[in-house]
């Protein structure tokens, strides 16, 4: 893996995260996760490959990476044996990116006992923003 996946406190998770940090679909989009804790996430993802008709990142794109943190997220912060499903998210497209890699920082909003919401920020190589989104995860009872 191209980058190393730091997590803060949480080493036991560290092989399950790289796993589910590369699902088939994030694996598809070239999304790589650069840091994890339940606090703050770290992921980058190509532009090319990633793409609208019209040469622009895909703002599918920006919500299937947003969607990714906060499930890792919310899954650090529950436990290995919780389940966690997403229950809302929304992003707004601030900017186009047409080229590079994108990076997006996750910041918890809040981590309860049965919902967790996350602020991600995803900014273009120049440091610009170009989305805001927002993810809300519901954790489930244990895995049976």
Do not use: Y
């Given at each position: 893996m191209a980058s190393e996946v730091r997590l803060s406190g949480?080493?036991?998770?560290?092989?399950?995260?790289?796993?589910?940090?590369?699902?088939?679909?994030?694996?598809?989009?070239g999304i790589e996760i650069v840091e994890a804790s339940p606090?703050?996430?770290?992921?980058?993802?190509?532009v090319a490959g990633n793409t609208q008709p019209m040469g622009l990142l895909h703002g599918g794109a920006n919500v299937v990476l947003a969607e990714s943190l906060g499930s890792i997220g919310t899954?650090?912060?529950?436990?290995?044996?919780?389940?966690?499903?997403?229950?809302d998210i929304n992003a707004t497209h601030h900017k186009s990116a047409t080229a590079g890699i994108v990076t997006?920082?996750?910041?918890?909003?809040s981590l309860g006992k049965t919902l967790c919401c996350y602020e991600v920020v995803i900014s273009n190589d120049k440091g610009e923003r170009t989305c805001t989104a927002r993810i809300t995860c519901l954790i489930l009872a244990e895995r049976s």
């Open positions: 949480m080493s036991e998770f560290l092989e399950e995260i790289k796993k589910r940090g590369r699902g088939a679909l994030d694996e598809k989009m606090q703050r996430l770290v992921a980058t993802m190509p899954q650090l912060h529950a436990g290995r044996d919780r389940r966690i499903v997403g229950v997006a920082v996750a910041t918890a909003i």
